[in-house]
């Protein structure tokens, strides 16, 4: 493997009331690598994605990115380093603003570009990068179809330069004929800009054409992490055979 760009150790998590989403989970994600994270409802995909991403404070264990240790409060520029694209591509945008406004705000906040016209300048180039029209700059998010916004949103989370992405099913939400278009999007932006991903998804068709490695999450521990075609094709614990079985039309 190259050299790990994320790791991930003994990292649990209990909410209150007791509820345990991460047991002492190990994860190591390399550079330019896309590892998929697949289990079923309530395995604690999410939380480990947040916690990755830096919203989810409270948890035990460390977390190393590009050889630097990252504190649960990151600095904005560990903040800008890793960035999550969420499931529903309506609920992260702010219907009221325009598209530039949406991407000005970000490249602003964290200082990226000198002057408006040099951010102007990103944010077409960011329109491009995810195959939107430049003109779209200055629409809404209230007129666009569900790939359209995923893309918006992806932007998003490439306006502030970051290393790592993750994505939490970013294609659940959408229609089954822009969902190849997205998930064509992320294996671009790792061969364009080398961006490493854990990419979260219950579609284990979409999970085996895009990612390298594969780990497999049950109750919050991570029950087998291996190559992809190890995983479709000599899964070696029991869980994975039943996620396995249970997907309806694995090629
Ligand atoms: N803020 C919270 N407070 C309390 N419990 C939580 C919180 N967030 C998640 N949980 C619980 O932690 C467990 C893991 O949740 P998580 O959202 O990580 O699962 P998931 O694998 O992403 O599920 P899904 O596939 O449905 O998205 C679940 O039992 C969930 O109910
Ligand atoms: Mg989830």
């Not at 989810?56 to 990252?70: D, I, K, M, N, R």
Request: net charge neutral.
């Amino acid at each position: 493997m190259t050299r790990s760009e994320l790791v991930a150790e003994g990292l649990s998590v209990t909410f209150p009331g007791g509820m345990r989403a991460l047991r002492d989970v190990n994860l190591r994600v390399g550079e330019r690598e896309i590892v998929g994270l697949v289990g079923e409802s309530g395995s604690g995909k999410s939380t480990l994605g947040r916690v990755i991403v830096g919203l989810q404070h409270s948890y035990s264990g460390t977390l190393t990115f590009a050889g630097e240790a990252l504190d649960p409060r990151r600095t904005t520029k560990q903040r800008g380093a890793i960035q999550m694209v969420f499931q529903d591509p309506y609920a992260s945008l702010d219907p009221r603003m325009t598209v530039w406004q949406l991407l000005d705000e970000l490249l602003s906040v964290h200082r990226i570009g000198s002057g408006r016209e040099d951010r102007r300048h990103r944010c077409e180039d960011l329109m491009r990068r995810v195959h939107l029209p430049v003109a779209m700059l200055d629409s809404r998010p209230v007129g666009m179809s569900g790939g359209q916004r995923q893309r918006v949103a992806i932007a998003r989370a490439l306006a502030v330069e970051p290393r790592f992405l993750v994505a939490d099913e970013p294609t659940a939400a959408l229609d089954v004929s822009v969902q190849a278009r997205i998930i064509n999007l992320f294996a671009d932006l790792r061969e364009e800009m080398g961006l490493s991903q854990l990419f979260i998804s219950h579609n284990l068709a979409v999970v085996r054409s895009l990612c390298d490695r594969v780990a497999v999450i049950y109750r919050g521990e991570i029950v087998e992490m291996a190559a992809t075609d190890a995983i479709f094709e000599a899964p070696q614990h029991d869980y994975t055979r039943q996620l396995l079985a249970a997907a309806p039309d694995l090629p």
